[in-house]
């Protein structure tokens, strides 16, 4: 299915139960959200008009500065997009949440990689626009925190269970896991072997357990 088609079964959706007005606001944004992935992916960060954005959304230049206020509104609208697609929020929260930390983090990075497989093409435009645009790098550090604050809080728990390999000390170990569990990382692991997204944490977390026993606990342990 098209990205334009999900966008708008999607606005269906959230639009099912609420006043007419605000599912009208509501299909209006997720199409300016879809003409703005578009141009972004086709022409980058300083090639997006705000004009052709509107053309393509078909709606006024008047309309996106009152929904959006700016073209760095529209970049957060597409990043904030992106997390909601891929129901970042809901489920890496639930990964990091599970009571034994190295089941936890087996199961962040699966989710990880399972977030990278929403949109590769625009995932690449954002991490390439964050190299070289202040703006866009803001966007995507501000969205980035909650990757580096669930590895650091599931690595701190797994120190202190003792489970650190030498000659990795915790900030070592933090360091090594939030760069391997990057987009850019995991998108070239997945171009250079030929496999999915989705068939990474195969490959990550035998590499990972070099750094940290990720062993999942015994019956003993679990009792």
Do not use: N
Not at 72 to 101: F, I, N
């Amino acid at each position: 299915m098209l990205y334009r088609e999900l966008v708008a079964k999607s606005s269906d959706q959230r639009s099912a139960g609420v006043g007419l007005r605000a599912a009208g606001v509501q299909r209006t944004r997720h199409s300016v959200v879809a003409a703005v992935r578009e141009r972004l992916i086709e022409a980058g960060y300083h090639g997006l008009s705000l004009e052709q954005v509107a053309e393509d959304a078909g709606i006024t230049r008047v309309t996106i500065y009152r929904q959006f206020g700016s073209k760095l509104g529209l970049l957060q609208a597409v990043a904030d997009d992106l997390t909601e697609r891929g129901q970042a929020a809901e489920r890496l929260g639930a990964a990091v949440a599970l009571p034994d930390a190295s089941t936890a983090l087996r199961s962040l990075v699966a989710e990880l990689c399972r977030f990278w497989d929403t949109d590769p093409p625009l995932f690449r435009r954002m991490v390439s626009l964050a190299a070289v645009d202040p703006e866009a790098r803001q966007v995507i550090e501000t969205r980035e925190q909650w990757r580096y604050d669930g590895i650091s809080t599931l690595t701190s728990r797994l120190a202190d269970e003792g489970r650190l390999r030498a000659p990795f000390g915790k900030d070592q170990a933090i360091a090594t896991i939030v760069a391997v569990t990057s987009f850019p990382a995991c998108d070239q692991i997945a171009s250079t072997l030929g496999v999915s997204f989705t068939e990474l944490p195969g490959l990550l977390l035998p590499l990972l357990s070099a750094v940290l026993d990720l062993k999942p606990p015994g019956p003993a342990e679990l009792s």
